[in-house]
């Protein structure tokens, strides 16, 4: 223990000849240091360390945080500050939590301990998530807001509302695939999850409530926003009739922070700008679709339909579904219209290529996200589908562009609430009278009651046509119905639901470069793998005399042809949205791999591929799998 601070000691040390004179501690830590660092001795050193932290008992000998914040020597530090920080976080001090994640994510033991490494990233996650939740409630305490000022400090500024949720939203499904130790190793670590939980309801239900209020009190009328009706005509319309192919992706249920995710690793190849669209309300696919027609400024109609939900309207067209909401646009659009879906266009048939290539205007539309939030048996599935889907959008504006689509249009027909589960106290008793529609968020009828709970409006008062009415909660709270999930939410009047996101991209003319001159070489310390989480280094080096500085890859795990893995984390450049990985030239990076299928699998293979264009660029094969069940 000599590289504790000086003038520390402990009883549980008096036994121990430990070395008094600088010059031999200076020789013992650079000689441990060596040997940690050293890859052909790594694996004796941590079997030495473990044996001799048994001899002396230290994992039972109580050492503060402030102690051995700085060592590396012994497992069990590792393990003492792990639980140091979520005592920190469940103690009321996240910024202590944070600044410990920070500093020891990548410490000598967490990258040994895969498990150990995402336990810290959960631990930063959790801070920053109270830490800007406490933010966001106190700003909302601030005297009086604007509809417009409250959406304002939700997309702008240094640090905008809107990231509480995208940190939030990591969290979530990084939790989703952290393997909880059932025998109490992770007891805290599950407490401080509740906690967070707790405290981002409590920001969402407060921002929900005095957004609600703020609308009311407007007379439900947004100014200085564009409206999601205005988004074909403004945006769109403008680049039909060129020369230039143009794409249209409407995507169900993309959140303006997802949004700002997208866009971020896509700079490279695209001019992209991301601006605020307030949607139609109520905040359903089949009103938000229709709005991003050609032709919804003329305003949208709700028809009541005797047995069935009510139908959208513009015009004399109804648009009941999907189906008919393309028909509709193909008919209203005087250009070449090709349609198909998202993941069409993730490996795209020749057919379809040429379609596209021929075509003047693509319109691809996209349904996963909500279809997979509201499965109320699938939740920790939809949090991880989630953040897949910002891959697949990048992959397919990529490919888009690949077949000469050079003007892309992104956006949403609403976004969504995705928190903790609401518990029974927290539903109330729909508005009752002639129902034709009830969702959580929203009740769409005619006659009934009136309560404090929700918010009574018409049509007229929302700028739609019809003589249906409309109830929406004031709070979290929402109305009770059967079968729907309990903690994804879209219909409502909030900020997540509201608020969405309008993406313009332009392709660059500037040539990426050329992946034949990129070389990726990639070890293995262990030669099996044993457990869910395991490591693999991978190096990239300039082939030829050019090449670029760091190249973008993405890393997946395949047996049988199947994906049954993917990249969780890296010692640097990881990029938590869509799993990219950056590789600097000639600097290895260790990435942890997390096997999602484990099931009658022997062996798997590890493919890098480059992020833009997807070519192979190296795989390591026939990689032996030992995992004890």
Excluded at 235 to 258: Q, S
Excluded at 274 to 283: A, E, H, I, N, Y
Excluded at 528 to 543: D, E, L, P, Q, W
């Amino acid at each position: 223990m000599a590289g504790l601070p000086e003038g520390h000691s402990t009883e549980a040390f008096s036994s121990i000849q430990i070395p008094k004179r600088p010059d031999q501690i200076d020789k013992i830590r650079h000689l441990c240091q060596i040997w940690r660092n050293r890859a052909d001795l790594r694996e004796a050193y941590i079997e030495t360390a473990g044996t001799v932290e048994k001899e002396v008992g230290l994992s039972k000998i109580d050492l503060s945080a402030k102690v051995i914040t700085e060592l590396d020597t012994f497992p069990c530090i590792e393990n003492k500050l792990l639980l140091s920080a979520e005592r920190s976080i469940l103690g009321g001090k996240p910024e202590v939590a944070l600044n410990l994640a920070e500093r020891r994510a990548q410490s000598f033991w967490s990258l040994q301990d895969h498990l150990q490494q995402l336990r810290w990233i959960l631990i930063e996650n959790s801070s920053q998530t109270l830490i800007l939740g406490k933010m966001v409630r106190s700003e909302l305490k601030r005297g009086k807001k604007s509809p417009e000022e409250m959406i304002s400090c939700y997309i702008e500024g240094s640090t905008p509302w809107h990231a509480v949720d995208t940190c939030y939203r990591r969290l979530e499904r990084q939790y989703s695939s952290f393997d909880l130790d059932l025998r109490g190793e992770h007891d805290e670590l599950e407490k401080v999850i509740s906690h967070v939980r707790q405290d981002y309801t409590r920001t969402v239900e407060q921002s929900v409530e005095v957004f609600t209020k703020a609308v009311e009190q407007a007379g439900l009328r947004i100014e200085g926003y564009t409206a999601q009706t205005e988004v074909f005509g403004k945006f769109v319309k403008p680049l039909l009739g060129r020369d230039k192919k143009t794409a249209y992706i409407l995507v169900d249920a993309l959140r303006y922070e997802m949004a700002k995710e997208l866009i971020d690793g896509l700079s490279e190849e695209f001019e992209a700008e991301l601006l605020p669209c307030v949607g139609q309300l109520p905040t359903l696919t089949s009103v938000g679709m229709a709005a991003l027609m050609p032709g919804a400024e003329a305003a949208i109609e709700l028809s009541d339909v005797s047995g069935a939900k009510p139908v959208v309207r513009l015009g004399s067209v109804i648009l009941r579904d999907r189906s008919a909401r393309v028909k509709y646009f193909e008919d209203s659009v005087e250009a070449n219209v090709v349609t198909c879906k998202l993941n069409e266009l993730i490996k795209p048939t020749k057919k379809r290529q040429t379609e596209i290539q021929a075509a003047s205007v693509v319109l691809v539309t996209s349904q996963e996200i909500d279809r997979w939030g509201e499965n109320p048996d699938v939740e920790e599935e939809a949090r991880l589908f989630m953040e897949e889907m910002l891959d697949r959008l990048r992959r397919v504006t990529r490919r888009l562009a690949a077949m000469g689509v050079e003007q892309i249009v992104v956006t949403a027909d609403h976004g969504h609430l995705f928190g903790e589960t609401i518990e029974s106290g927290m539903k109330m008793d729909p508005p009752g009278g002639h129902t034709a529609e009830l969702h959580r968020r929203v009740w769409i009828g005619k006659g009934g009651k009136s309560a404090e709970g929700y918010l009574r409006v018409s049509a007229a008062d929302l700028g739609l046509k019809g003589d249906l009415e409309f109830s929406f909660p004031r709070s979290l709270a929402c109305f009770k119905t059967k079968g729907a999930s309990m903690a994804y939410f879209h219909g409502g009047i909030s900020l997540q639901e509201m608020i969405i996101p309008i993406i313009l991209m332009r392709a660059k003319k500037t040539k990426p470069y050329a992946p034949e001159m990129a070389g990726v070489t990639l070890t293995m310390d262990k030669s099996k793998v044993t457990t869910r989480f395991f490591s693999i280094t991978a190096t990239y080096y300039v082939v030829g005399l050019l090449g670029a500085d760091e190249i973008r890859v993405i890393m997946s795990v395949k047996a049988d042809r199947k994906e049954v893995g993917f990249a969780a984390v890296a010692a640097y450049g990881f990029e938590e949205s869509t799993k990219e990985i950056v590789l600097q030239k000639d600097r290895p990076n260790a990435v942890t791999l997390m096997l999602s299928d484990v099931k009658d699998i022997s062996s798997v293979s590890v493919h890098v591929m480059d992020a833009i264009s997807q070519v192979e660029l190296k795989r390591l094969e026939h990689i032996p799998v030992q995992i004890s069940i």
